[in-house]
């Protein structure tokens, strides 16, 4: 066959063309890539020799400069056999140039494989020290929940430890060695050329996912935005500085750690100069000394002691003069003077409203300074977390347990759960949008209705709109202020400041953590499997799809309040207009009252509100079935129903007197139950309430099948089975319509399949 000219940068060969030929490289050079792997085959190299164990070509090949290939025709092994009887010269040839490839290909895999294992070796030895100074300096771990997924790299397919030697030893052979062996014997040639390509596949396939491993899991170690393991030694070097512990260890090892960051070739220089400066600019000598004296003030205070007390040094911080200190001071002992924290007289609740409006003022101004510090002492933690303002109110014991829970705020934050001052922070950063105020208007609407009312002008409603501080403001002036007296539960004695007399039991086993939250939010979707799902817009115009509603669950954001509580509030249903954002619910972030049904009742509400926002004005309206149409005309209708007993109507009339004539809160009481009993087949609600509840919130498919022998649930169940079946055939006939077209299934769409099946 005539030779062939390829110019630079053309691509000869695309992965998974058919095989057809291989290519002798006569002159130039040929870049060979597979996956993320790529190297240069020099001339007298084989293209497509590492493929020739396949029908298609497993590699893409590109002339990285002007080549003179010389072409042979190539479909399965038996064709060397031609090559080679028609020109024996190149069996050998073929034979070296296979060695010689092989032994290179072998030779990168290998050394990728130290990288890779080096790599593991290096995360778990210094995650298990990190687990050792936790316990030594009795501090809670923090979770890397990355590492829960971190194996050995490797597999069963890799190519065997001899076989790199081997290779090697191979391709030392001369061409008279080798051919004073295998002359005239075609068979052992192909024999090795084909144990060559096979170890060539697989050291290729192998290379590349160790590559694709360390791109998966560097980020453990360091990452541009945090959250990895070089924070955790920053952060456990801040708080056993702060315990006034030896954190000269801890520091020893992070150099080791910067040492291999840098050698490794794995991150981006500019990261690590980033990473490395802002764990430099920590004095962690300072940081101990800091603490040592914010322990010593707050020794003092508890004793008696005239050393500064805790609300100066936070009224100073905030920017405050001292007279404003003394001022609050003041105010503080008159309301403690009472002797009673409940008491509801005209001087009292004067107080409560002094008190209140210079604590939210305080907030404001902290959390702004907050902005411009690098770290926060715990003192003023314990207020922006906690409310906490005064050692004498908050009781020495208390504050002490405090100063010790925030290293621990870390058990507080996930990917759903916030502190307050987390989510103004997010606001800040421009994260997180505003909530909407008691008025129901998002920060637009409340801009657009101050600029209606001609309190704003338009240019200063287009600057405000981008001034993530303003949104900060109104978060603080109508989320905050409104969320705090709801979830302290005792509205009309509220106080923001955290208070010794509002702690009932052990202060620690009031805490709430971001995994409480989530315990008891999953344990409702194990029974409730749909109750975060909404119907989105699924579009994909090129493969033949403008509009189609699948399933997606949207789980909600809950926001820790800073006090001590004993309600729950469902916030808003959704983040903003549209349906897929997440619901916010707000949560005092210590409570004496069962956390299982604070969020029960939540998700009751929510249930109920998401119905009504998509619903619109049609939400009671029965001609439009919904549950909360349904169950409007059910309890507004109950005295005319025959369908319901003498008791169960008389259970009804009480349930909307302790309900005070709301619809929704009688819905939410049969909710609690739907959950808490029906759901184990201890059968609280009427015929009527179960139908509409089961058709609008039903069971997983385990609680369906152990109830399903149940003559209570047989036709509520037939039912649905076939209105599933129908979805379900809705959705099967969608998708392989989608993949036919050339569309892919992805996770996406594959929750939406696995949602019927729930």
Request: proline share 3%; charged share 30%; glycine share 6%.
């Amino acid at each position: 066959m005539a030779m062939i000219k390829v110019p630079k940068g053309q691509k000869f060969i695309k992965r998974e063309d058919k095989m057809s030929q291989l290519y002798l490289v006569v002159q130039g050079k040929v870049q060979q890539v597979s996956g993320s792997n790529a190297c240069i085959l020099e001339s007298g190299s084989l293209v497509g020799i590492a493929d020739c164990g396949s029908v298609m070509y497993q590699c893409e090949y590109t002339a990285a400069e002007e080549c003179m290939l010389y072409p042979f025709p190539y479909e399965k092994p038996q064709d060397f056999q031609k090559i080679f009887e028609s020109q024996p010269k190149y069996a050998t040839a073929f034979l070296q140039a296979t060695l010689r490839q092989a032994s290179d290909l072998l030779g990168r895999y290998g050394q990728m494989e130290k990288i890779a294992q080096k790599f593991y070796l290096t995360v778990m030895e210094f995650y298990r020290r990190y687990t050792i100074y936790c316990k030594g300096n009795e501090l809670p771990e923090k979770p890397l929940r990355r590492m829960e997924n971190m194996v050995m790299p490797g597999s069963d397919k890799k190519p065997g430890s001899w076989e790199i030697p081997f290779f090697k030893g191979m391709q030392e052979l001369s061409s008279a060695d080798l051919d004073q062996f295998y002359k005239n014997r075609h068979i052992l040639v192909i024999g090795e050329i084909m144990h060559a390509a096979r170890a060539m596949s697989a050291a290729l396939d192998e290379t590349d996912r160790m590559r694709m491993y360390l791109r998966s899991n560097q980020d453990i170690l360091l990452r541009e935005r945090g959250d990895d393991l070089f924070e955790l030694y920053q952060e456990l070097a801040t708080l056993v500085a702060e315990k006034n512990g030896d954190f000269k260890p801890i520091l020893e090892d992070v150099n080791k750690l910067k040492t291999y960051l840098k050698e490794s070739g794995l991150y981006r220089k500019d990261v690590l100069e980033q990473r490395f400066k802002a764990f430099d600019d920590c004095d962690f000598e300072a940081i101990r000394q800091k603490a040592l004296e914010e322990k010593d003030m707050l020794a003092n205070q508890g004793t008696g002691g005239d050393g500064e007390d805790c609300l100066k040094y936070i009224m100073n911080y905030a920017g405050c003069e001292d007279s404003e200190a003394e001022h609050m001071r003041e105010i503080l002992d008159k309301f403690s003077a009472i002797g009673d924290d409940y008491a509801q007289d005209d001087v009292s609740r004067k107080l409560r409203r002094e008190i209140t409006s210079v604590f939210y003022e305080i907030y404001k101004k902290v959390f702004q300074r907050s902005l411009e510090e690098k770290e926060l002492s715990p003192i003023i933690q314990m207020f922006l977390y906690f409310g906490f303002l005064d050692a004498g109110t908050a009781g020495a014991d208390n504050a002490n347990i405090l100063y010790d829970l925030t290293s621990r705020m870390s058990e507080c934050r996930s990917e759903h759960v916030y502190t307050m001052y987390d989510w103004l922070l997010g606001i800040y950063e421009g994260k997180n949008e505003p909530s909407k105020n008691e008025f129901d208007l998002d920060y637009v609407g409340y801009l657009n209705e101050q600029k209606r009312m001609g309190v704003f002008t338009d240019a200063q409603i287009q600057e405000m709109k981008n001034d993530n501080w303003e949104k900060v403001v109104f978060e603080l002036e109508n989320m905050f202020v409104s969320a705090s007296r709801v979830t302290y539960g005792k509205i009309s004695t509220y106080t923001p400041v955290f208070s010794e007399n509002d702690v009932v039991g052990n202060l620690e086993n009031m805490f709430v953590t971001a995994e409480r939250i989530e315990t008891a939010i999953n344990d409702i979707r194990a029974v409730d499997f749909s109750i975060f799902y909404h119907e989105v817009i699924f579009s994909d115009p090129q493969h033949g799809v403008n509009k189609e509603m699948i399933q997606k669950e949207i789980l909600p954001d809950v926001i820790l309040m800073p006090n001590i509580g004993i309600r729950a509030m469902m916030w808003q249903e959704t983040a903003g207009l549209k349906r897929d954002t997440s619901a916010r619910f707000v949560f005092p972030i210590f409570t004496a009252v069962s956390l299982e049904d604070m969020m029960l009742t939540n998700c009751g509400r929510y249930r109920w509100e998401i119905c009504r926002k998509i619903q619109g004005m049609r939400w009671n309206d029965i001609t439009e079935p919904s549950l909360t149409s349904e169950y409007c005309d059910y309890v507004q209708f109950y005295r005319k129903n025959h369908d319901l007993s003498v008791d169960a109507k008389e259970k009804i009339k009480t349930a909307l007197v302790r309900a005070k004539n709301n619809f929704r809160e009688v819905f939410v009481m049969d909710y609690a139950s739907w959950i808490r009993y029906e759901a184990n087949g201890s059968f609280r609600l009427n015929r009527i309430a179960r139908d509409i509840i089961f058709r609008y919130c039903p069971f997983n498919k385990t609680i369906r099948d152990s109830l399903r022998d149940n003559p209570m649930y047989q036709d509520i169940f037939q039912k649905y089975t076939i209105f599933n079946e129908r979805k379900i055939r809705h959705a099967k006939t969608f998708t392989d319509k989608y993949v036919k077209s050339g569309g892919e299934i992805t996770p996406e769409l594959q929750d939406h399949l696995d949602f019927f099946d729930m």
